[in-house]
């Protein structure tokens, strides 16, 4: 197996101990789409958790640091990413919006929620990573708004390939602080999952749309 690092040790096992991420390859769950699925993620969870919470927020803002430099603006894409996001923006003294998936109808109409300048530097904050679709709605509206999107960070990440070409396709680069591969050597070495379940979750991640349990 790769090795992990430990920041992803420390969030898989936190994920997992406060069931914001759940593995029942004998039992999958069905999500939005339609996908059965061995693994279901709420992040929001760590909300609750003020020490995981923290955590989070730190390690998200070192990311960015890290990897795109000085930023001007957090955006978050809704809803998700909003929470995630305003620690984030609080953390590293910058202003924060959000993105909804589509305009509203009524008021001002407005797709970002924030004020916004042509040419700011903005990181996109997520929280879960699937297919990208949601994420890649929030960077385009955001490049519509004449930002300049360095990139996108999120708490976890599938690694689905599909996600990866999205990306691709728009130029955008993105970094998660946790993904699927630390998640299943955590859960396998702190036995929430047997050695026997490996091949299944890997084989749902190489082609989830259709995956079930045999």
């Not at 096992?13 to 991420?21: N, P």
């Not at 339609?34 to 923290?54: E, F, V």
């Not at 924060?96 to 916004?116: C, D, L, M, W």
């Amino acid at each position: 197996m790769k090795k992990i690092n430990e920041v992803e040790q420390k969030i898989a096992e936190s994920l997992l101990q406060i069931k914001a991420i759940k593995l029942q390859p004998k039992n999958p769950f069905t999500w939005a789409s339609g996908w059965k699925s061995p693994i279901y993620c709420d992040n929001r969870i760590t909300l609750s958790h003020p020490s995981i919470r923290t955590y989070l927020r730190q390690q998200l803002s070192e990311l960015i640091q890290d990897e795109f430099g000085s930023v001007e603006m957090v955006s978050g894409v809704a809803t998700g990413g909003i929470p995630q996001g305003v620690l984030v923006a609080q953390d590293l003294g910058l202003p924060f919006t959000y993105v909804r998936p589509s305009a509203k109808e009524h008021g001002r109409q407005n797709q970002i929620e924030g004020g916004v300048v042509s040419g700011q530097r903005v990181v996109v904050i997520e929280d879960l990573v699937s297919t990208g679709k949601s994420s890649i709605k929030a960077v385009e509206a955001l490049r519509e708004a004449e930002c300049n999107v360095v990139g996108l960070v999120s708490v976890f990440t599938y690694g689905f390939e599909i996600a990866k070409e999205n990306f691709g396709k728009i130029k955008c680069p993105v970094f998660s602080l946790c993904n699927y591969e630390a998640l299943i050597q955590v859960a396998l070495e702190n036995n929430y999952i047997v050695e026997a379940d490996v091949d299944m979750l890997q084989n749902w991640r190489k082609d989830p749309a259709n995956w079930d349990v045999k």
